[in-house]
């Protein structure tokens, strides 16, 4: 069945979308890996939604933790690259085991290629960072202005995550969807705080 997000469609009822509802997705960010029209399930949406505040989280751990020496090196780059990568693969092994719940032996390979998709926000959510780290490198900015404006654009994504679920669930934003935006944001900041504090 596919149905519009939003609409009275295989609603459960407590007003909730069912995981296996399929919907039409709207225009989104490149991140999501959806083409407009394109039909995926609730549950492949949240996936998706999860994986990229995930990777940005663990991606600005490793923007704070930076140095101006490791920026100027192109190190803080690297290390945001590989933390993107390292975590997009430990997502992926993470699903492939967790798929084998309830299926025969091998059956779960079938879903290793949506996983992988599903997955893929991770990447992206570590690619913007990287280039403006990089361009300390090339001395378009400084380092310590390249490291802020890296935290800044993560922590903005983050805050404005609400406003992308509002759409997804076809509602109008309000005061709410930015408070918790910013509240996100906030829950972030602490557990990249906390990581740094006592993982470092």
């Known amino acids: 069945m596919t149905a519009p997000a939003g609409s009275d469609a295989g609603v459960a009822a407590e007003g909730e979308l069912p995981a296996e509802t399929v919907v039409q997705t709207p225009r989104m960010p490149g991140?999501?890996?959806?083409?407009?029209?394109?039909?995926?399930?609730?549950?492949?949406l949240r996936l998706?939604?999860?994986?990229?505040?995930?990777?940005?989280?663990?991606?600005?751990a490793a923007i704070v933790v930076a140095t101006g020496k490791t920026?100027?090196?192109?190190e803080a780059a690297l290390i945001?690259?590989?933390?993107?990568?390292?975590?997009?693969?430990?997502?992926i092994i993470a699903q492939d085991v967790g798929q084998q719940l309830g299926r025969?032996?091998?059956?779960?390979?079938?879903?290793i290629a949506d996983e992988m998709r599903d997955a893929a926000p991770i990447l992206w959510s570590g690619v913007v960072p990287s280039v403006i780290l990089l361009s300390a490198v090339l001395n378009v900015v400084p380092t310590q202005a390249s490291q802020v404006a890296a935290a800044v654009w993560v922590v903005v994504r983050l805050a404005l995550m609400?406003?992308?679920?509002e759409r997804?669930?076809?509602?109008?934003?309000?005061?709410?969807?930015?408070?918790?935006g910013f509240a996100l944001a906030l829950a972030s900041a602490v557990v990249v705080v906390l990581k740094v504090l006592f993982a470092h």
């Open 80 to 91: 945001v690259l590989i933390t993107t990568l390292t975590t997009y693969g430990a997502h």
């Open 48 to 60: 998706r939604l999860a994986a990229y505040v995930y990777g940005n989280i663990l991606v600005l």
């Open 104 to 111: 025969r032996r091998g059956e779960h390979h079938g879903h």
């Open 31 to 44: 991140w999501m890996i959806a083409r407009p029209g394109e039909n995926l399930t609730i549950e492949r």
């Open 168 to 180: 997804l669930n076809r509602r109008t934003p309000t005061w709410r969807t930015l408070s918790g």
């Open 71 to 74: 920026i100027a090196a192109g």
């Open 162 to 165: 609400g406003f992308l679920v």
